[in-house]
């Protein structure tokens, strides 16, 4: 049996196949397969009741995949032209980026390149005719069309683009290109003349216009003896490449240059070899900072006190256990740009550390003589040589939320202060959501923007957001004053 034609589905089984074969990026018949495959040898589920499951949506980026599986997805369209061959370096290309290839040939392409060659490479079935009933059976072009992050077409011949150009949709390829909503990289191929010809010239403008991305040509020698100028197709590293900074556009990196110091996590200070006073703090927040704050491209140094969490990749991380050695890490960090502290410092400490585990007597408790810690906020805040340009203080209070954070920044003399209320019914302590409330002040006014519930690596992101602006705002009045 060559081949599968099913006919005369029920919706609800046209709609389970579909969806399934969506899910687990196959065409329908080739789902086909594997159920029977599954039924024949006994592992497959029931069909009904369907397990059926949610839709994917039709618009917008396709969900971002981690680990060994490929983070991003392409259509690979092959035209019809003698640098057809360099497609295939390309998809080996796409694929050591990560980036899955399915591929469409054209008519004329298969002239070139076999469909063989192209599944070999892409480890997927290549896909060529817009009226295959298998692959039409649930409209194939339209998944080719959207079931992907982005569509390149390489060589991209002065016919297809002529066709895109003028939204033909006559065959397999230009029907997905007329179908979908995903961006399009194009990498033209053709003669010289061909490339200077005024309809191709139009063309191009047009497609421009439409948004499509055009990398190349290059110029050299054609495949034509004698024939050279502006038309070879660009090399597949090239094209790759250009792919790759489509799909995985840089990330913004406000903070490049800048030095970041965080504290985070509490700090334990011991009342004997096993007991110690601390706050309940899990660090989360602070470590949240620290990731969103390396992301926008600052030298990160984050002073922690012991939690337990993995270290922020790109962060350099020194680990503490008292108040007085978080102190000494963050003076031995200065200089920097930007100093938040983030941690749960402990208050008090005992003043004089039991050298053995103190002994329940018949006396009662033994007397614990308590000593005020050093107040790192308030130290760095008040520097005068090696201060921070910009101190941000966290206020953790469990009543009269702003009141106390008014204060608590007038007193401390920081510039900004991140309010939270971390009463038991908060949740907050420990867990994954905040909210809080950002104090700045701006000569003797105190302005307050309370922000919603969000997750602490979105509470993150949304500071150092509101620093990197700050830091932008404050060098261009620099420059102005200069």
């Known amino acids: 049996m060559a081949s599968l034609t099913i006919r005369k589905l ?93 591929c469409v040939l054209t008519k004329a392409a298969q002239q070139f390149v076999t469909p063989l060659a192209v599944s070999a490479l892409s480890h997927e079935r290549v896909y060529s005719d817009l009226f295959d009933p298998q692959s039409e059976f649930d409209a194939g072009h339209i998944r080719l069309a959207r079931e992907c992050d982005m569509i390149v077409v390489a060589p991209a011949t002065a016919d297809l683009m002529a066709k895109m150009a003028n939204g033909h949709a006559d065959d397999l390829a230009s029907a997905i290109l007329l179908a979908t909503n995903r961006k399009i990289l194009l990498a033209p191929a053709m003669n010289p003349l061909m490339w200077n010809n005024a309809a191709t010239r139009r063309n191009v403008a047009q497609l421009q216009r ?59 200070e011991p009342i004997d070899p096993v007991r110690y006073i601390a706050n309940r703090s899990s660090g989360k927040q602070g470590f949240a900072i620290a990731a969103a704050a390396q ?49 749960a410092v402990a208050d008090w400490r005992v003043a004089n550390e039991g050298e053995q585990k ?68 908060t949740g907050v302590m420990g867990g994954d959501r905040n909210t809080v409330h950002l104090l700045t002040r701006d000569g003797g006014e105190i302005s307050v923007d309370s922000w919603p519930v969000m997750t602490k690596e979105q509470v993150a992101v949304e500071l150092i957001a509101h620093i990197a602006k700050a830091v932008a705002n404050n060098t261009a009045k620099r420059e102005t004053a200069t």
Not at 241 to 260: I, N, S, Y
Request: net charge neutral; hydrophobic share 45%.
């Open 358 to 425: 103190l002994k329940k007597t018949s006396a009662g408790m033994p007397p614990l003589q308590l000593v005020e810690n050093p107040d790192i906020l308030a130290t760095i805040s008040k520097l005068t040589d090696k201060r921070p340009p910009l101190v941000i203080g966290f206020a953790a209070e469990t009543e009269h939320l702003i009141d106390n954070a008014k204060a608590k920044i007038a007193r401390k003399g920081c510039d900004w202060i991140v309010a939270n209320d971390v009463s038991p019914a």
């Open 10 to 102: 029920d919706d609800a089984v046209k709609t389970y196949l579909r969806l399934r074969s969506a899910k687990n990026r196959r065409s329908v018949e080739e789902e086909v397969r594997v159920i029977l495959r599954e039924l024949i040898e006994g592992r497959e589920e029931p069909l009904t009741p369907f397990a059926v499951p949610p839709a994917a949506p039709t618009v917008g980026p396709t969900p971002q995949r981690t680990g060994a599986v490929p983070e991003a997805s392409v259509t690979l369209i092959i035209g019809g032209g003698i640098a057809a061959y360099k497609s295939l370096d390309l998809i080996r290309r796409l694929k050591e980026r990560r980036i899955e290839v399915r």
């Open 210 to 268: 439409d948004g499509v991305v055009l990398i190349g040509p290059n110029s050299g020698e054609m495949a034509e003896a004698g024939e050279a100028g502006i038309g070879r197709m660009s090399e597949a590293i090239e094209i790759a490449t250009a792919a790759e900074r489509l799909l995985r556009p840089p990330v913004p990196r406000p903070l490049a240059g800048k030095r970041v110091l965080i504290t985070a996590g509490p700090t334990h």
């Open 295 to 343: 992301a926008a491209g600052a030298e990160v140094i984050l002073v922690s006190g012991p939690v337990g969490l993995d270290d922020p990749q790109g962060v350099t991380v020194k680990h503490v256990e008292s108040a007085r050695q978080m102190l000494e890490q963050v003076q031995a960090a200065l200089p920097a740009d930007i100093a938040i502290f983030a941690a």
